[in-house]
T-cell receptor, first 115, second 114 residues
């Protein structure tokens, strides 16, 4: 079945540690994204990538890093520099800017808690 | 500054009646609009979209209306069903949905009462 998979679903991290969230898709989508959701907030874009080996900062990129070595994979690292890392993180993918298609497919999310 | 606004954090509607969720935007470059539905602890799922060249798009019980002059769109759900209880996010994009992400509103929690 085609889809987008995030792992793990729940993640606990000690303050001062880096942690990497996994995102894999087998939809053959060119574009992949990371969003963050906080209570009472909309989804905010952290990073996005339109093509392998290329990615762009979103609205709240500080304290995060990404890589796009393969089309299928777009891992997000939450570094110790991120001041408020506790949040629900969502990965998404979509076809790139062709034909006006913008419906992004989302993973099930990773709940990161800093303890 | 919020470019996409959903001013109602929650909305309660009786089962079988019409649910109307509203969304306003400020960026006149937005030309593609989407609605997503989200259950707790899950990723959002795409519901319906509309391009700025249209003013209405319908898919089963869901209809989205776009008023470009007012920079306003709305999602109508008729009839409302218990499974419709969820958070609904309005999202917008420039240039027909380019791959630089979507701008989301804060969401409206729709509660369908029996």
């Amino acid at each position: 079945d085609g889809g987008i998979t995030q792992s793990p679903k729940y993640l606990f991290r000690k303050e001062g540690q880096n942690v990497t969230l996994s995102c894999e898709q087998n939809l053959n989508h060119d574009a992949m994204y990371w969003y963050r959701q906080d209570p009472g907030q909309g989804l905010r874009l952290i990073y996005y990538s339109q093509i392998v080996n290329d990615f762009q900062k979103g609205d709240i990129a500080e304290g995060y890093s990404v890589s796009r070595e393969k089309k299928e994979s777009f891992p997000l690292t939450v570094t110790s520099a991120q001041k408020n890392p506790t949040a629900f993180y969502l990965c998404a993918s979509s076809l790139a800017r062709t034909g006006g298609l913008a419906e992004a497919f989302f993973g099930q999310g990773t709940r990161l808690t800093v303890v | 500054d919020q470019q996409v606004k959903q001013n109602s954090p929650s909305l309660s509607v009786q089962e079988g009646r019409i649910s109307i969720l509203n969304c306003d935007y400020t960026n006149s470059m937005f030309d593609y609009f989407l609605w997503y539905k989200k259950y707790p602890a899950e990723g959002p799922t795409f519901l319906i979209s509309i391009s700025s060249i249209k003013d209405k798009n319908e898919d089963g019980r869901f209809t989205v209306f776009l008023n470009k002059s007012a920079k306003h769109l709305s999602l109508h759900i008729v009839p409302s069903q218990p499974g419709d209880s969820a958070v609904y996010f309005c999202a917008a994009s420039e240039s027909g949905g380019g791959a630089d992400g979507l701008t989301f509103g804060k969401g409206t929690h729709l509660i369908i009462q029996p």
